[in-house]
Structures are given as C-alpha cells and as structure tokens.
C-alpha cells in the first residue's frame, strides 16, 4: 500500500519558469520529508528536506512546502534551468525507513 | 570525499546462481540501508542495519535474500538462488543520525538481471 504518492508522472516546464512537483502522503506519524533528484544510472541524490514542525524550508533555488492538514508537500524550483530535468521523488520519514513515492519526471526545456 | 561505493555496477547472471551485491557505507555513518527498484514497486526498502547490527529485514523477499554487515565499512546483498523475477536495481545507501537529520546518501546502485 503506497503511502506516499506523487500523482503526477511526467512535467514539462519551460527553463526560466518555476518547476512545482506535489507529493501526498497518508501516514500521520511522518515527521520528517525529504526530496531526491535521480539522473539514469545513478542513485537518488538528497536535494532538501523539511521537518513536519516547520512548514517551509527554503535552499536556493529549491523551496519544499508541507501543509500537514492536508497531507501535502510541494518542491519548488524557480527559475527551472534544463539540468534540473531529471526524476524527482519524494520521500517520508517515520522511524527510520524511508516511504518513496513513485516519482516525477521533470523536463525543463530551454 | 567517497559516496556510498557499490559494486559491481552491472551484473547478468542465469536463473539458479548465486549473486552477492557489495556496499561500503559513507566513513562514519552508522546505518546502512539496502534498498530494490522496479518498474511495478518503485523504490523499496529491503533491510536495514544500524551499527552493523540487522534491526529491521521484514522487506527482504524471501529466504532467498540475505544480508550481512561484518564491519563498519562493508556489506553484502546475496540472492541465492537467483530468478528472473529479481531483476531489478539495487541501491545501498548510508546516513548518520544528527539531531532531527536523517538524510540517507545513496551509491549508484547495481543493475541486476537474471536470465
């Protein structure tokens, strides 16, 4: 059962743009969220993580919402430059395991 | 400064052999964590040691995975007997507990197919 979920499987964004990526989650004891960007034939890369007692946590480009009432989080990236295209996957904490979901694959096109 | 190290990167074996996947954790992390991806699952967590000890397994397949961590800078993944069915890559993958981090780091994984 996927506890996390990224309903989208595929944007298209144009370089320049903002880039916003959605994730869902059911499981209320998560307490921390993380977002890993993955290139082929390599393992997922951590990108910028948020504690569920904070509800924005900002790293350059890249900014990561959480609405806990809603079971949301977002990742924004503006401006999206063309090698941020890569799949995008959000993560979910409880313990110690790491809940993926399925991902997203960004294209930034110039 | 290494990442997680994996070998071998690629690995094409026969139904029936025995397959064994190399990790050496980031120096100083003290939990290690092996993990499956396929089309059908996405990622998924296989076992999970922590100061080399096995704390949580409940995620490897069936008695034909075992895992192993002898020491603080090396483990192995063994799939014997191997199946088609366990095509798939493989990540290892290596964090510290620091306060409310729990960032885990990632080796490159190992593509496995089993003919």
């Known amino acids: 059962d996927q506890q996390v979920k990224q309903n989208s499987p595929s944007l298209s964004v144009q370089e320049g743009r903002i880039s916003i990526l959605n994730c869902d989650y059911t499981?209320?004891?998560?307490?921390?969220f993380l977002w890993y960007k993955k290139y082929p034939a390599e393992g997922p890369t951590f990108l910028i993580s948020?504690?569920?007692?904070?509800d924005k946590n900002e790293d350059g480009r890249f900014t990561v919402f959480l609405n806990k009432s809603a079971k949301h989080l977002s990742l924004h990236i503006v401006p999206s430059q063309p090698g941020d295209s890569a799949v995008y996957f959000c993560a979910a904490i409880s313990g110690y395991a790491l809940n993926f979901g399925k991902g997203t694959s960004l294209l930034v096109t110039p | 400064d290494a990442g997680v190290i994996q070998s071998p990167r690629h690995e094409v074996t026969e139904m029936g052999q025995e397959v064994t996947l190399r990790c050496k954790p980031i120096s100083g992390h003290n939990s290690l964590f092996w993990y499956r991806q396929t089309m059908m699952r996405g990622l998924e967590l296989l076992i999970y040691?922590?100061?080399?000890?096995?704390?949580?397994d409940s995620g490897m397949p069936e008695d034909r995975f075992s895992a192993k961590m002898p020491n603080a800078s090396f483990s192995t993944l063994k799939i014997q007997p191997s199946e088609p069915r366990d095509s798939a890559v493989y990540f290892c993958?290596?964090?510290?507990?620091?306060?409310?981090?729990?960032?885990?780091?990632f080796g490159p994984g190992t593509r496995l197919t089993v003919t």
């Open positions: 040691f922590n100061n080399n000890v096995p704390i949580d």
């Open positions: 499981n209320s004891m998560f307490d921390y």
């Open positions: 948020i504690s569920s007692i904070k």
């Open positions: 993958a290596s964090s510290v507990n620091q306060g409310d981090r729990y960032e885990q780091y």
